[in-house]
Structures are given as structure tokens and as C-alpha cells.
């Protein structure tokens, strides 16, 4: 993953589109969702911290979900009653 981030900059670098740029920082936001949500216990009070992390990520990747919570795709949303 860190030589893949080294290129992607090192490519950037040299010239990238802003979509080259919004699909990587989508990716690696996915990956910081998936990591936060290994960590989930299943205790709704001690995971609260944990859930909110994930809520905002999500909402850098749609801010609609806060005004539009029905477009939250995960079944586990908190926020949606899912």
C-alpha cells in the first residue's frame, strides 16, 4: 500500500486529473471505514465514538446522507434507523 501511495504521488506529481485524485481519497476513505469498523464491539455505548468516525467519513464521501439519511447505503446506519 505504501509503494502504491508513493507512485500515485509521485504520478500526481508529474500531472493528474482531479478524478485520479477523488478516486484514490475514495478509496482510502473506504479503507479507513473498514479498518474503524473492525474495531466495533457490538456494545452500542462503548461503539459510539467508533460509529460517529464512520458517519462523518460516509458523509465526505455523500454529504447527502446528513440532510438524506434514506441514501445511506449501509445497513448498520445508526443515523437512518437501518
Known amino acids: ?3 502504491e ?3 500515485n504521488q509521485t504520478l500526481c506529481s508529474k500531472g493528474c ?3 485520479l485524485i477523488m478516486a484514490r481519497t475514495e478509496i ?3 479503507n479507513e471505514i473498514e479498518q474503524l469498523r473492525a474495531l466495533l464491539t457490538g456494545n ?3 461503539d459510539g465514538d467508533i460509529q460517529q468516525k464512520i458517519y462523518d467519513l460516509k458523509k ?3 454529504p447527502r446522507i446528513e440532510e438524506h439519511p434514506e441514501e ?3 445497513e448498520g ?3 437512518c434507523s437501518g
Open 44 to 46: 452500542l455505548f462503548e
Open 5 to 7: 501511495i508513493k507512485f
Open 72 to 74: 445511506d447505503d449501509d
Open 17 to 19: 486529473s482531479n478524478e
Open 28 to 30: 482510502e476513505i473506504k
Open 1 to 3: 500500500m505504501e509503494l
Open 60 to 62: 465526505e464521501l455523500n
Open 77 to 79: 446506519c445508526l443515523n
